[in-house]
Nanobody, 118 residues
Framework: QVQLVESGGGLVQAGGSLRLSCAASGFRFRLAGLGWYRQAPGKQRDFVASITNDGSRLYADSVKGRFTISRNNAESTVYLQMESLKPEDTAVYYC????????????WGKGTLVTVSV
C-alpha cells in the first residue's frame, strides 16, 4: 500500500539548484519520520537527509549547508531543496519512511535522476 513518487530531477550545471518532491501515500504520513537517499552510478545507496514527525533535521556531511529537507503534512509531501550542486551529487534520489531504529522502509519508489554537469 505504501507509495512513494519522487519528482523534480533533471540536468543542471555545477553551482545550480534543484528542488525534489516526494508524494507519499499508504501510511500515516504526519506521524512518520522521512528521509532522502541517493545512489550514484556504481555506488551503494547512501543516506542524504531526514526529518522527524516534529521537524528535527539531520544531514549527511557531504550535503550539510547546501541541502534543506522539509515536509508539508497537509499534502503528504517531503521536499529536498538542493543548492550549490556539485558533480558528485549526481545520483538517483529516493525518499522513504524512516522506521524505528533509523532504518528505511521496505518499499522504494523509482527515484528521480539528478545529473550535475561540470
Amino acid at each position: 500500500q505504501v507509495q512513494l513518487v519522487e519528482s523534480g530531477g533533471g540536468l543542471v550545471q555545477a553551482g545550480g539548484s534543484l528542488r525534489l518532491s516526494c508524494a507519499a501515500s499508504g501510511f500515516r504520513f504526519r506521524l512518520a519520520g522521512l528521509g532522502w537517499y541517493r545512489q550514484a552510478p556504481g555506488k551503494q545507496r547512501d543516506f542524504v537527509a531526514s526529518i522527524t514527525n516534529d521537524g528535527s533535521r539531520l544531514y549527511a556531511d557531504s550535503v550539510k549547508g547546501r541541502f534543506t529537507i522539509s515536509r508539508n503534512n497537509a499534502e503528504s509531501t517531503v521536499y529536498l531543496q538542493m543548492e550549490s550542486l556539485k558533480p558528485e551529487d549526481t545520483a538517483v534520489y529516493y525518499c522513504n519512511i524512516i522506521r524505528s531504529g533509523a532504518s528505511p522502509g521496505d518499499y522504494w519508489g523509482k527515484g528521480t535522476l539528478v545529473t550535475v554537469s561540470v
